[in-house]
């Protein structure tokens, strides 16, 4: 193999970059449900190769720049249409006009527009072919560029071509040709699949959200309507004001399954503001100590009080996601227990420890929690934790949960710290 053909595979590895650097773009957009990333994007893989191949080309002589621009040029125009060929014509030429040589840039002058407006009839169905069909264009694409690269430069220009540098040429563009449509069917093709799935998987949650609600609603209003039902009949007064209790707490516990669902639907902030984090703590130990004390359960806190922490986010909602974890926590224990909330604050977050005393998770149990209609508890939607992941993942923020079963779980709250101020 001569040094010219190592070239220009050197020039084609040079291709396959920005390709592969396309097929991760669109994994971390499905990993981290990038919106940003839209269909495109795709076009910056031509662009990039093409830009690339002529900075990076292998020269042979004053009037001809050899590279592989070619492939990067057709499989633009053929997946990105017309406007993608234009706007590849036009920093072809801006390059070519740059690296110099008058003879050259006047063949490309002539060869990149003749083959743009191919390109334009044929990118409209294009898409619409089999891949056989499409390698099957790729490589006719190819030779009618280099038939008309020759007659351009030996006919009209008079130039001489070697047909021996001619013949590697040729072959390397065709091999890279179906490599890089074969490559680009295949992303394609992946990319179609991770839609499904986020498809599914959205699908999936919605139909768990579903099933989960109309259970979690329907027995507590069956209950509430026997109890409504009885109370027609001949009891004694005190009788019917239980039964009216009964079916107010059961009214209650539909509620609050509502409510949770209305939360998690929309958990995004609408009105951030400021709040100092140790009072925010105070404020949810406080509305669940009484169901604390009933438990037979102490809360312990140790806040940080030299300095005031403030992070952003929504009041209610930073509330009701605290609400839930120290509620579970309460319920994981029998009696006798002790829950303890610390907080430690860093340079840039503040970490929110709660710690209980409970049963412990299965390391299975603790990847699963923040799941659609997945609880621990016997009775439970599995709502209450998914609305608080959600809630702190709308912050900036991550929950990391640790357990051992028959000790306890601790949960580890990191936010960003908006503010902090000497008291």
């Known amino acids: 193999m001569n040094l010219i053909t190592k070239d220009l595979l050197i020039n084609f590895l040079i291709i396959l970059f920005p390709l592969f650097l396309l097929q991760m773009s669109y994994l971390v957009k499905y990993v981290y449900r990038l919106d940003a990333l839209k269909g ?4 910056i893989f031509p662009i990039l190769s093409l830009v690339l191949c002529m900075l990076f080309p292998v020269v042979i002589e004053e009037d001809f720049v050899w590279d592989l621009r070619w492939i990067p040029f057709l499989l633009g125009g053929l997946y990105g249409g017309y406007r993608l060929g234009i706007i590849l014509i036009v920093i072809t030429l801006f390059i070519r006009y740059i690296t110099g040589g008058e003879n050259g840039f006047y063949v490309s002058c002539i060869s990149f527009p003749l083959m743009g407006v191919s390109l334009f009839f044929i990118s409209k169905y294009y898409l619409k072919m089999s891949v056989s069909k499409k ?24 130039l001489t071509i070697g047909i021996s540098l001619w013949k590697q040429y040729f072959t390397i563009q065709v091999i890279g040709i179906v490599v890089v449509i074969l490559l680009w069917e295949v992303i394609l093709t992946n990319f179609q699949v991770l839609e499904k799935l986020v498809k599914a998987e959205k699908l999936e949650i919605v139909s768990h959200l579903a099933a989960s609600i109309s259970h979690e609603v329907r027995n507590p209003l069956t209950v509430t309507r026997g109890y409504i039902q009885m109370l027609s009949e001949d009891v004694s ?70 300095e005031a922490y403030y992070i952003m986010g929504e009041k209610k909602k930073f ?10 926590g309460l319920e994981s224990m029998q009696d006798d227990g002790e829950i303890y909330i610390h907080l430690i604050p860093d340079a840039t977050n503040i970490q929110i420890m709660i710690q209980d005393q409970g049963i412990g998770m299965t390391q299975e149990q603790i990847y699963r929690l923040g799941e659609p209609y997945f609880t621990t508890k016997n009775k439970g939607t599995g709502l ?3 609305v608080s992941y959600s809630v702190i993942k709308s912050m900036d923020g991550t929950i990391h949960v640790s357990s051992v079963q028959g000790k306890g779980t601790c949960f580890s709250i990191n936010l960003p710290i908006h503010r902090y101020e000497p008291i």
């Open 237 to 306: 007064s005190h009788t019917k004001v239980q039964y009216a209790n009964i079916a107010l707490n059961e009214l209650d516990r539909a509620t609050d399954v509502i409510n949770d669902y209305l939360t998690f639907a929309s958990v995004s902030p609408e009105n951030k503001e400021r709040l100092r984090v140790s009072e925010e703590i105070q404020h949810v130990v406080n509305r669940i100590k009484p169901l604390a004390n009933d438990n037979g359960t102490g809360l312990k806190l140790s806040l940080f009080e030299e």
């Open 384 to 386: 209450g934790l998914m």
């Open 319 to 328: 509330q009701q996601c605290l609400f839930n974890i120290l509620k579970n």
């Open 40 to 43: 495109s994007f795709l076009t």
């Open 135 to 158: 390698i099957l264009i790729g490589i006719s694409l190819i030779f009618i560029v280099h038939i008309l690269t020759q007659f351009i430069s030996t006919q009209i220009f008079e």
